[in-house]
């Protein structure tokens, strides 16, 4: 069973920054990919970003290539999900997970085992 706890949404203005980060526990987390989404009410879960377990792969949503940046640190037991030049469509509440079958390139919700309670992200215009 992996647990993960999210943290550091909030409010940014358009232009912005924020710095999301996935503490994860109960197994050891260099074991799984990690991988984040976004949801805005009425609309479906959509990926941003994955990270995988060695940290040595990423991959990204179109729609924020450029701007997020998605890390790991291991010995912390922590993902990240660095968010820069904040747009208003970018507010949502983000969600990490974790892949433990570590499918590789896998951008589905239906791909990964374990989720967090999500973190709300907010920017104004």
């Known amino acids: 069973q992996v647990h993960l706890v999210e943290s550091g949404g909030g409010l940014a203005q358009a232009g912005g920054s924020l710095r999301l980060s996935c503490v994860g526990s109960?197994?050891?987390?260099?074991?799984?990919?990690v991988g984040w989404f976004r949801q805005t009410p009425g609309k479906l879960r959509e990926f941003v970003a994955r990270?995988?377990?060695?940290?040595?792969?990423?991959y990204y949503a179109d729609f924020v290539k450029g701007r997020f940046t998605v890390t790991r640190d291991n010995a912390k037991n922590t993902g990240y999900l660095e968010m820069n030049k904040l747009e208003p469509d970018d507010a949502a509440t983000y969600y990490c997970?974790?892949?433990?079958?570590?499918?590789?390139?896998?951008?589905?919700?239906?791909?990964?085992?374990?989720w967090g309670q999500g973190t709300q992200v907010t920017v104004s215009s």
């Open positions: 997970a974790a892949d433990e079958r570590n499918w590789g390139d896998a951008r589905y919700s239906s791909h990964f085992d374990y």
């Open positions: 109960g197994r050891p987390f260099n074991t799984y990919a």
């Open positions: 990270i995988e377990r060695l940290g040595d792969r990423t």
